[in-house]
C-alpha cells in the first residue's frame, strides 16, 4: 500500500501478557516513530529510527518497552508484562529522511489492557 | 527541541477564516516550524511548515514573526471537516543530535460551528 499500515488496528489483552505491534513504514522511508496516545491526550514520543543509526529510545517509559527495526523496514513495539495504563493508541509515522520532510502516520493500533 | 505553547482551545465560524497561535520563544536558528493535525480518530496530518520566510499551500498559511519566536497558521476558510486538534512543533534539520526528532505538545483543539 501507499501509506503507513499499522497492526493489528485493535488488540485487547490481559494484565500481564507481552503483545507485539507491527508497522509498515512507506518503502523507501528511512525514518521511523513510535508514539503513544492516551485517551484525550496528546502524542508522547517512544522512540525514533533513522537509517542504520542507533535508536532515540528516550522516551521509552519503562524496560517493559521495547523496539527493533528489521531491515531498515518493519518495526515492532514490545510491550512486556502489559498493565492497564499500558491502554492508548500507539501510532507509528515514517519519513523519507530525517531532514525537512512531513511524517506520514499510521492509523494507530488501539491496545485495551483488561 | 525548542518548546511550544498553544491555547487549549478555539472556536471558529464555518467559512471565515481560523487563525492559529504557536509560541516558540526558544526556538533557534537551524530550526524550522511544523504544524500537524489529527482529526477525530485519525492518525496527525502534515499541514505545512516553514523556517522564517511565511509559506503558503493549498491546506493553509504559516506566517512566522521576524524574530521567530511566534508563529500563526491561517485557515482561509475553515469547514467543519476542519475542526481537529493542531499542533504545533519546532525541530532542528541539521547540525544537532536529536535532528529528526519530532516531539508533539498538547496542541489547539479547533472547533469550527456552522
Known amino acids: 500500500g501507499a501509506g503507513v499500515s499499522q497492526s493489528p488496528s485493535n488488540k485487547v489483552t490481559e494484565k500481564g501478557k507481552d503483545v507485539e505491534l507491527r508497522c509498515d513504514p512507506i518503502?523507501?522511508?528511512?525514518?521511523l516513530y513510535w508514539y503513544r496516545q492516551s485517551l484525550g491526550q496528546g502524542l508522547e514520543f517512544l522512540i525514533y529510527?533513522?537509517?542504520?543509526?542507533?535508536?532515540?529510545k528516550s522516551g521509552l517509559p519503562s524496560d517493559r518497552f521495547s523496539a527493533e527495526r528489521t531491515g531498515g523496514s518493519v518495526s515492532t513495539l514490545t510491550i512486556q508484562r502489559t498493565q492497564q495504563e499500558d491502554s492508548a493508541v500507539y501510532l507509528c509515522?515514517?519519513?523519507?529522511?530525517?531532514?525537512?520532510?512531513?511524517?506520514?502516520f499510521g492509523q494507530g493500533t488501539r491496545l485495551t489492557v483488561v | 527541541d525548542a518548546k511550544t505553547t498553544q491555547p487549549p482551545s478555539m472556536d471558529c465560524a464555518e467559512g471565515r477564516a481560523a487563525n492559529l497561535p504557536c509560541n516558540h520563544s526558544?526556538?533557534?536558528?537551524?530550526?524550522?516550524v511544523y504544524w500537524y493535525r489529527q482529526i477525530h480518530s485519525q492518525g496527525p496530518q502534515y499541514i505545512i511548515h516553514?523556517?522564517?520566510n511565511n509559506e503558503t499551500n493549498e491546506m493553509a498559511s504559516l506566517i512566522i514573526t521576524e524574530d521567530r519566536k511566534s508563529s500563526t497558521l491561517i485557515l482561509p476558510h475553515a469547514t467543519l471537516r476542519d475542526t481537529a486538534v493542531y499542533y504545533c512543533?519546532?525541530?532542528?534539520?541539521?547540525?544537532?543530535?536529536?535532528?529528526?526528532?519530532?516531539?508533539f505538545g498538547q496542541g489547539t483543539t479547533l472547533q469550527v460551528k456552522p
Open positions: 529510527f533513522q537509517g542504520n543509526s542507533a535508536p532515540d
Open positions: 512543533i519546532v525541530r532542528e534539520t541539521f547540525g544537532s543530535s536529536n535532528t529528526g526528532k519530532l516531539i
Open positions: 516553514g523556517l522564517k
Open positions: 509515522a515514517s519519513r523519507i529522511g530525517p531532514l525537512n520532510t512531513e511524517a506520514f
Open positions: 526558544t526556538i533557534s536558528g537551524n530550526e524550522y
Open positions: 518503502s523507501g522511508h528511512t525514518a
